[in-house]
């Protein structure tokens, strides 16, 4: 067991596939905003990946989740899903996704090794949709791939919605009904200052704690205990179908003193915190032929010397950071 300056463990990898996304969400990559993406020849290749994870996961890692940008962009996908699921260790492949390639790829995801899938759905109104991700939208489309998803066995399929003040807050109800009715958990996540790029605003925040209510009062709920100090979403469930619903609240209630993730960018850098200003670079020491012993002491050293609190430190220092890395360069 390898723990952080704060006894927090190693446990999870999120493992960032490309920088690249089709959206251009208003809480990630604001359409208004001119984004120059990483050259091909920059990007960890898939084999690099596996090296690193095959370290990782001797050091503890069992679960690594696969995010981007939109990691469903990058080409043949399911051979690092095979890659990856043959590293001794590795228990659990997620994906995170904006689901709108789902529908084509979900059968082979699930044959070469997948296990489960999370959707972000941002709204069930298209024009609500178009105006957050400043894209068109066919929400039929994004509804077929996550069906697709339960039909090919990458259960659970979750469903992620950020929740923004005047954009969708109207739709909380709406959406935890409708997914509740398809027997999907939805989580919804607290609108976060992630990046520079964003006007993040705390006025646009809607808490968790308003959301549960929201929802409790149309469809009761009860909470759901966790003995894992890790999950970063509070659980409830429906009183009459017992489908589960929870909120993610960075904002309201930070949870970094159970976060055991650790975060792999695209560009091979290495992330202790997802609002770190700065990460170790392991492409370039993976691309000179470190051994694997060595990158393990390397993270090692990384890892046991991590301090990283943000979300519980955002509002002592009363004012954002504003050197962060992207959330599309480091997944979320």
């Known amino acids: 067991m390898l723990k952080d300056a704060l006894g927090r463990q190693l446990k999870d990898l999120r493992l960032s596939l490309t920088d690249r996304c089709n959206f251009r969400c208003m809480f990630c990559m604001p359409p208004e905003k001119e984004f120059h993406f990483l050259p091909r020849e920059e990007l960890l290749s898939f084999e690099e990946m596996r090296f690193v994870v095959e370290a990782l996961a001797e050091l503890g890692i069992r679960k690594v989740r696969l995010t981007g940008g939109e990691p469903l962009l990058r080409r043949h996908i399911d051979k690092l899903v095979r890659m990856l699921s043959s590293v001794e260790g590795i228990k659990d492949i997620a994906l995170t996704t904006n689901g709108f390639n789902l529908k084509e790829k979900a059968a082979l995801l699930k044959d070469s090794g997948l296990k ?23 929400i039929k489309e994004l509804i077929e791939g996550i069906e697709e998803a339960i039909r090919v066995g990458l259960n659970p399929v979750k469903v992620n919605t950020t929740v923004v003040k005047g954009m969708n807050d109207d739709e909380v109800v709406d959406i935890a009904r409708f997914f509740k009715d398809m027997g999907v958990t939805v989580r919804f996540i607290e609108y976060m200052d992630v990046g520079t790029l964003t006007e993040w605003d705390m006025d646009k925040v809607v808490s968790g704690k308003e959301i549960i209510e929201r929802i409790n009062s149309e469809m009761p709920l009860e909470a759901i205990e966790s003995e894992d100090k890790s999950e970063v979403s509070k659980r409830y469930r429906y009183i009459d ?19 055991s993730r650790i975060r792999l960018a695209a560009d091979g850098k290495l992330y202790t915190c997802l609002f770190a200003q700065e990460g170790f670079d392991i492409k370039s020491l993976v691309r000179k032929g ?9 993270i090692k050293d990384i890892w046991t010397s991590r301090r990283d609190r943000y979300s519980e430190e955002r509002f002592s220092r009363r004012r954002k950071t504003n050197k962060k890395v992207e959330m599309f360069r480091v997944g979320g």
């Open 116 to 138: 489960r899938v999370t959707v972000s759905v941002q709204s069930l109104k298209e024009e609500v949709y178009e105006k957050i991700a400043g894209r068109k939208v066919n």
């Open 241 to 259: 179908n017992g489908v589960e619903v929870g909120v993610i609240t960075s904002i309201t209630e930070p949870f970094c003193g159970g976060c």
């Open 290 to 298: 470190i051994d694997k012993e060595d990158l393990k002491e390397l």
